[in-house]
């Protein structure tokens, strides 16, 4: 008997973590034997949800319409995971029963590659997330979820701190402000002392978006660009009045000073190819910052940062997001963008002791 799938409902900060599903499934999928996730794959079949460019809220049209138009933006935060499992397997090689916490897990599947048998890992993340992870994945031994945003202090109590305290956070800070990930480090020290944690951060210090497109060749932010137009003009036409509405209000909200003449995809279109390569990053850049609920995306200069920040933090490893990952078997544009933002150091997997 054919098990009913679970409606996924979520927007905004929580809906990415459906791209990176999706992601880790296509790798699985086209590239078994660099990464594997067998859970991906059965998660991506379990949930209803359409990830095509059809019948999607406004607000989910970013994540949506990338993921549709086969972009490897996805495929890259897949190949981030191979790289957490790594740090994860080495910490835990020495410290079996170490606790792991997982900040902002969403739909994350890491503990069924790393798991040795004796580990106990926590999955933390806001309450609505949780529960759509109970649906899908009931917690299985050894695994606690925890239902409260990363800011609650009050999480840190839950945690088990006998035999040692790893963390991992894929692709979380960029969503706060930097007083809030300051404070956030902060409270780490303060409970953890000697706890470790891994992420990925953008590392060059340009503001805005620059310092993120910088992670592309030029040639690919030319495909992105167009790919990603073609997959707006697909979602109009299958979207409803009021979420078009949606689309041409936020248009008029842009920076640049170009602006469609009417609010029909034929003067949107118009309006597009006029804008120059400079502009049109620069509408992308608005266009993200919008999806992402209003945050603007900020970097860090070197991982010595934190250190600055509280002087209990020190830094273990900083690598270029794509160090010593295969690169063999995968397409030549993912190969591209992987070498080009190691080169440019545009992104950076880092590892503090708190």
């Not at 296509?26 to 949930?47: G, M, R």
């Not at 590659?113 to 899908?136: C, E, S, T």
């Not at 305290?165 to 402000?177: N, Q, R, T």
């Not at 992987?338 to 590892?351: F, K, L, P, Q, T």
Request: with cysteine.
């Amino acid at each position: 008997m054919q098990q009913d799938k679970v409606k996924v409902e979520l927007g905004g900060i929580s809906a990415s973590m459906l791209g990176c599903l999706w992601g880790r499934a296509q790798v699985s999928k086209e590239y078994s034997s660099l990464f594997y996730d067998e859970k991906a794959i059965e998660l991506v079949e379990k949930i209803d949800y359409d990830f095509s460019t059809n019948d999607v809220p406004f607000e989910d049209i970013w994540f949506n319409i990338s993921g549709q138009v086969n972009l490897p933006e996805f495929r890259l935060g897949t190949l981030r995971a191979k790289q957490f499992d790594n740090k994860v397997t080495a910490y835990i090689a020495e410290h079996p029963r170490a606790s792991v916490v997982n900040i902002g897990a969403g739909l994350d599947t890491t503990f069924y590659r790393v798991d040795n048998g004796l580990i106990h890992w926590y999955d933390l993340d806001l309450p609505a997330v949780i529960d759509i992870r109970r649906q899908l994945l009931p917690e299985p031994d050894r695994v606690t979820y925890i239902a409260k945003s990363l800011l609650d202090p009050s999480w840190c109590k839950d945690i088990n701190t006998e035999d040692g305290v790893f963390m991992i956070a894929g692709g979380i800070f960029m969503w706060f402000e930097r007083s809030q990930v300051q404070e956030f480090f902060s409270m780490l020290a303060d409970n953890f002392p000697s706890g470790e944690i891994v992420f990925n951060f953008r590392s060059r210090s340009d503001d805005s978006v620059d310092a993120w497109m910088d992670m592309f060749p030029p040639e690919h932010l030319d495909a992105m660009r167009a790919a990603w137009a073609e997959g707006l003009k697909t979602w109009w036409e299958n979207a409803p009045q009021d979420q078009k509405d949606k689309l041409s209000d936020m248009i008029a909200t842009l920076k640049i000073p170009t602006k469609p003449k009417g609010k029909e995809w034929s003067d949107i279109e118009e309006w597009w190819d006029q804008l120059s390569a400079k502009e049109k990053a620069g509408a992308m850049a608005d266009f993200m910052t919008f999806f992402r609920g209003g945050v603007a995306m900020w970097a860090l200069k070197d991982a010595s940062e934190f250190t600055e920040w509280d002087n209990r933090i020190t830094v273990i490893d900083q690598l270029p997001m794509f160090k010593n990952i295969p690169r063999d078997s995968l397409s030549a544009e993912i190969r591209r963008v992987m070498d080009y933002s190691d080169e440019r150091r545009g992104s950076s997997i880092i590892h503090l002791r708190v």
